[in-house]
């Protein structure tokens, strides 16, 4: 019997250099700013939700690509120290790792990418029985993988014609077009923007999150939104959802919504109603921000549950 898999994530992976935080505007002209904490550490929205999922338990494989380098290394490396399967985390022989810089200031950060081998990741990297032998895929930076991007609606056709579930966090679109997802919508169970992301991609017609959640959830998917502060709300295109936030001082904000990715689906997948699931995945996001970088303080299933505030019915 093939072994079966909790969650297959499909997406980027490269290191982050987070810098921060700034105090002044960042100066050019050769000047050296100095600034409190520095980490390099794994990033990619991918990356980090996986690590995320692992750590609240679930059996996870990746797909994607890095190239041959140290840094493709160590996001190897890493990631099979979180126990993640990565024999589908393939070595590109042209191209470099991902790399991307982090700069934050207060509640905010600029980011910075140099895409790599995600203009070369596409639906050939992802095996057939991983599709095939997994309970939940998930996807994402849907705008810098253009090619997977193209062959993500056969991925998750195929994932949902052998049981699976499917989810997908299309994470900022460089371009500003925020266009091209009716496709993969149409197969995607549950979309998990954040509050400004649903906005751009629901259009002029969403002047709030609530808006965009309904509008997003009447393409298709349940429509998770991830209100920062203020906490989460879904749309299942009849009901809006919504709980707070878990009040935390923050040291980091870096991937916190990639950690409340995978404790929405863990949730789920431990058979726990979206208004339930809401509140434990705002619990992961808001504890994964105790420490620097996306992964170090990301919870256990055991750990999350003890901070998760059960408020009964949810306000809608």
């Not at 057939?128 to 991007?149: C, E, G, I, M």
Request: hydrophobic fraction near 40%; include cysteine; proline fraction near 7%.
């Amino acid at each position: 019997m093939p072994h079966r898999y909790d969650l297959l994530v499909i997406g980027d992976a490269n290191p982050d250099v987070i810098l921060g935080p700034l105090t002044a505007p960042l100066a050019f002209g050769q000047r050296e700013q100095l600034v409190e904490a520095g980490a390099l550490t794994l990033g990619g929205s991918a990356a980090i939700m996986a690590c995320g999922a692992a750590r609240l338990g679930l059996e996870v494989a990746f797909a994607g690509r890095v190239g041959n380098d140290d840094a493709g290394h160590y996001i190897r490396t890493t990631l099979a120290g979180h126990g993640i399967d990565t024999r589908a985390l393939h070595i590109d022989p042209a191209l470099p790792t991902p790399l991307t810089v982090v700069l934050t200031q207060e509640d905010d950060r600029a980011v910075l990418t140099s895409p790599g081998t995600l203009t070369a990741t596409s639906g050939s990297d992802v095996p057939d029985d991983l599709l095939a032998t997994t309970r939940h895929v998930h996807s994402a930076s849907y705008f810098l993988q253009p090619r997977l991007a193209a062959d993500l609606p056969q991925l998750l056709r195929t994932a949902r014609e052998h049981g699976a579930t499917t989810s997908l966090d299309t994470q900022d679109d460089p371009a500003g077009a925020w266009t091209g997802l009716d496709g993969v919508l149409s197969h995607t169970d549950i979309l998990l923007p954040n509050a400004a992301e649903a906005r751009q991609l629901a259009g002029p017609r969403a002047q709030t999150p609530a808006q965009a959640a309904e509008l997003l959830a009447a393409r298709g998917p349940l429509a998770v939104v991830k209100n920062g502060a203020d906490g989460a709300l879904c749309h299942d295109g009849r009901q809006l959802l919504s709980v707070p936030g878990l009040p935390v001082t923050p040291r980091d904000t870096v991937g916190a919504g990639d950690s409340f990715d995978a404790g929405f689906i863990a949730a789920t997948l431990a058979g726990q109603p979206p208004h339930e699931a809401l509140q434990f995945a705002v619990t992961c996001g808001a504890l994964s921000t105790r420490a620097h970088g996306g992964t170090a303080a990301q919870p256990t299933w055991n750990q999350a549950l003890a901070h998760t505030t059960r408020t009964g019915a949810p306000t809608s």
